[in-house]
C-alpha cells in the first residue's frame, strides 16, 4: 500500500464545474496536509494546508480532512480552465518527513 | 522578495560522475528540504536541514548527501551517478523546523547518460 494515494486521472471537468480531488494516507499519526498544484514543466505551488478535521475553505479551494478514515480531498468550485493541472496531495508524516502523492490531473475544458 | 532559488536549472551528466546542485531560501526561511521528482511521480523527500543540522532523511541511498550553511542555503550532493537518477531536483524552503508551508524553488533538471 501507498503511503499517499491518489486517481492519476486524468480528471476532465467542463468549465464552471465543481472539481472533486481524493486523496489517501496509510500513516494514522499524520498530523498535516497539503495541497499542492503543479504546472507542466513547472515545480509544486502550496494551495491548501488543513490540519484538523472538517472543511477549510479559501477562494474557490475547500480542502476537507477526515482523520478517522485517512481521507482529505480538495474541492474547486468553479473550475477555469487556467486550473488545468497536476494536483499533489501531501501529508506531514512527523516534523521531519514530508510524502506525496503521485498526483492527479486535471483539465478543464472551456 | 525572491523566492526560493536553484542552480543550475538543467545538468548533464554521465554515469559514474558526481553532481552538486544549490538552493538558497526564501529571506528570514531556515529550513531547507530536498525533493526528487521523476517524471509522473510526485517528489521523494530526499533531506530536510534546519538550522544546519540535518533533521530529516528520506529512504535514499548514502551516494546522496547534503548540508547547509550558515546564510542557510545548501547543497545536495549526488556520488556515482546512475541512469536512475535523472529527475528533476527541487529544494523548498519553510521559515520553521516544521515541513508546513513549505515553497518550492524552479528545481534542477538532471539528465545522466
Known amino acids: 500500500q501507498k503511503e499517499v494515494e491518489q486517481n492519476s486521472g486524468p480528471l476532465s471537468v467542463p468549465e464552471g464545474a465543481i472539481a472533486s480531488l481524493n486523496c489517501t494516507y496509510s500513516d494514522r499519526g499524520s498530523q498535516s496536509f497539503f495541497w499542492y498544484r503543479q504546472y507542466s514543466g513547472k515545480s509544486p505551488e502550496l494551495i491548501m494546508s488543513?490540519?484538523?478535521?472538517g472543511d477549510k475553505e479559501d477562494g474557490r479551494f475547500t480542502a476537507q480532512l477526515n482523520k478517522a478514515s485517512q481521507y482529505v480531498s480538495l474541492l474547486i468550485r468553479d473550475s477555469q480552465p487556467s486550473d488545468s493541472a497536476t494536483y499533489l496531495c501531501a501529508v506531514n508524516k512527523n516534523n521531519n518527513d514530508m510524502r506525496f502523492g503521485a498526483g492527479t490531473r486535471l483539465t478543464v475544458k472551456p | 522578495d525572491a523566492g526560493v532559488t536553484q542552480s543550475p536549472t538543467h545538468l548533464i551528466k554521465t554515469r559514474g560522475q558526481q553532481v552538486t546542485l544549490r538552493c538558497s531560501p526564501i529571506s528570514g526561511h531556515k529550513s531547507v528540504s530536498w525533493y526528487q521528482q521523476v517524471l509522473g511521480q510526485g517528489p521523494q523527500f530526499i533531506f530536510q536541514?534546519?538550522?544546519?543540522?540535518?533533521?530529516g532523511r528520506g529512504n535514499f541511498p548514502d551516494r546522496f548527501s547534503a548540508r547547509q550553511f550558515p546564510n542557510y542555503s545548501s547543497e545536495l550532493n549526488v556520488n556515482a551517478l546512475l541512469l536512475g537518477d535523472s529527475a528533476l531536483y527541487l529544494c523548498a524552503s519553510s521559515p520553521a523546523r516544521s515541513l508546513q508551508g513549505q515553497y518550492f524553488g524552479p528545481g534542477t533538471r538532471l539528465l545522466v547518460l
Open positions: 488543513i490540519y484538523s478535521n
Open positions: 536541514y534546519y538550522e544546519k543540522e540535518e533533521r
